[in-house]
């Protein structure tokens, strides 16, 4: 092969890209949360958007538009959405009319949802202790790292952190 990637990029492979690294270990968390969720029947998109909504509805009791949440979630409305179909049929979540707005929809958990989310954030708790398990000491580093650097991109994206596919503090 006449290509040199390496020329070109400055990389001597792809373990040198950080993009690269945050995806490959975001993968390998994602596969372990997904395992867990499974077991319980529920998607990984599902759990986010039932746990945005928790979040977003501590902060926000008179209740969340579906655009509000997928904002917050980061995906597009036509996904929140797709999503909310099966959360909805399955009795985990409520959709219905917004007070003031004929156009949205306010979605909020039942309480078949709020104990099913219990239960998910208790996975996510198990699986991110066993996920640092391995080595404590580095993922406490890398969380730290990770933690200052999205600090970093918040403060560029301003008064729209939403933007970045980022949950309200």
Known sequence: MSLKLSEITGYSSSYDVLGYLLRLMSSIWHRQLNAELAKIGLTEMQFVLMIGLGWLLESNVKGVSQRQLADACGIS?????????????????????????????????????????KEAAAILRRADEEFRSDNPKVYDKLFKALREAVDVKMKLAGEHPEDLGAMPR
């Open 77 to 117: 409305t036509a996904l929140a959405s797709q999503v909310m179909k099966p959360l909805t049929k399955k009795g985990l979540v409520e959709v219905g009319p917004h007070a003031s707005d004929a156009r949205a929809r306010v979605v909020s958990l039942s309480a078949e949802g709020e104990a099913k989310l």
